[in-house]
């Protein structure tokens, strides 16, 4: 099977500072594009798709990127990215795909998404808690917005660092730099705004699910996921051993075995 003809997969990333969707995914996108047609686009608020960003590109999102400015709160980001998402998914002529959803970007996304869409959506993988657990005491990075202070923000995303130096040093680089472009931080920091909005009822997602979490997670614990799941109508928890709240970097060939193995099921 060629990637072009295997199952769309919208791989959906994390809410990090910096974050953009080929970084995110760069561990395990080549070895799940030789089973999957993989699209993965970087989500409002981030990469591509900030306002005010200098970088040429075509907005995908239903909304203008301009006004994101009037997004605030997680659930209002997340609602947005859905759309996007489903704009996306409209625009390449896809019926209906499976979704990978990172943490509390990407992951809330997905489960916005599988809220309002179900009949667009046959699996999804949902990683670290999608987004569910406590929001942090406080925004992350911006407050102290150096080279060191995006190092040590990305070494709690893996469980033991030394494993991963040069990655880390590379991705501190890529991070900080995005993470200072024009309207990055005050889309940032209007994540974490209070919602006026109710959050996803997991209860109303029906769609098959397999929620993925780090034995060693230093973001999100466990115990996130497992009440996601025991909400869901659908849902089933594989914790990985060894790995913390990147699974996929940590764990790439397990990540890649347990999302084909469900995803093909």
């Not at 999102?61 to 301009?66: C, E, L, Q, S, T």
């Not at 990978?100 to 009949?119: C, D, F, H, V």
């Amino acid at each position: 099977m060629t990637p072009s003809t295997g199952p769309a997969v919208v791989l959906l990333h994390g809410g990090g500072p910096g974050v953009d969707a080929a970084s995110n995914w760069a561990s395990v996108r080549p070895q799940l594009a030789e089973h999957f047609h993989c699209l993965a686009p970087d989500l409002l608020g981030f990469g591509t798709q900030i306002a005010g960003t200098q970088i040429a590109g075509t907005p995908i999102a239903g909304i203008p990127i301009a006004d994101t400015a009037d997004l605030h709160g997680p659930v209002a980001w997340a609602r947005a990215r859905a759309r996007q998402v489903l704009d996306l998914l409209d625009e390449q002529e896809l019926t209906r795909v499976h979704l990978i959803g990172n943490s509390a970007a990407g992951g809330a996304a997905a489960l916005a998404l599988l809220a309002t869409a179900p009949e667009r959506v046959e699996r999804a993988v949902l990683m670290g808690g999608a987004g569910t657990g406590r929001a942090p005491a406080a925004v992350p990075f911006y407050d102290e917005p150096t080279r060191e202070s995006m190092r040590a923000t990305l070494a709690r995303l893996v469980a033991d660092e030394s494993d991963h130096e040069e990655l880390l040093d590379d991705l501190a680089d890529l991070r900080l730099e995005q993470a200072l472009r024009p309207g990055a931080e005050q889309a940032f920091r209007s994540m974490f705004d209070v919602d006026d909005q109710p959050p996803v009822d997991p209860a109303a997602v029906s769609t098959p699910v397999l929620a993925l979490h780090g034995q060693h997670d230093r973001i999100s614990p466990i115990d996130v996921s497992a009440r996601l799941v025991d909400a869901l109508a659908c849902g089933c928890l594989e914790v990985v051993a060894g790995a913390g709240h990147w699974i996929h970097v940590d764990r790439p060939n397990e990540f890649c075995n347990l999302v084909r193995e469900f995803l093909n099921a």
